[in-house]
């Protein structure tokens, strides 16, 4: 595995984290609703490699479909930068969007697309 530290945010600063990430497996494009129109591009990652640095008061939840996933929306510039849930094993798991980390280059990336739409 090749677990690399980065930092992340929203795009007008107030929501920060640090989050430990393997950006040498794919990312997720999903087509869902949310997805489709945002653009995100997702990796999953343990609740414990992930740290909020700054920025929980300006945080608005919202949740959709199923309502098991909790989507983090900056409140001032709305970027949603990550979401909480549950993985497949029941662990908590965060959803990170891979184009709201610094230092990535997103061309890079190899990309694995999801049918959310199905789902």
Known sequence: MAEK???????????????????????????CSMCGRSG?????I??????????????TDYQFNKHVIHHKFCSTC???SFALGKGRDGADTVAINARCLEGVELDALKVNKFDGKSH
């Open 5 to 31: 530290s980065y930092v992340g945010g929203c795009q007008c600063g107030r929501v920060r984290y640090e989050a430990k990430v393997d950006l040498e497996k794919p990312v997720i494009s999903c087509n």
């Open 40 to 44: 995100t591009l997702l990796t999953f």
């Open 46 to 59: 343990p609740a414990e490699h992930f740290k909020l640095l700054s920025g929980g008061d300006d945080l």
């Open 78 to 80: 709305g970027i949603k």
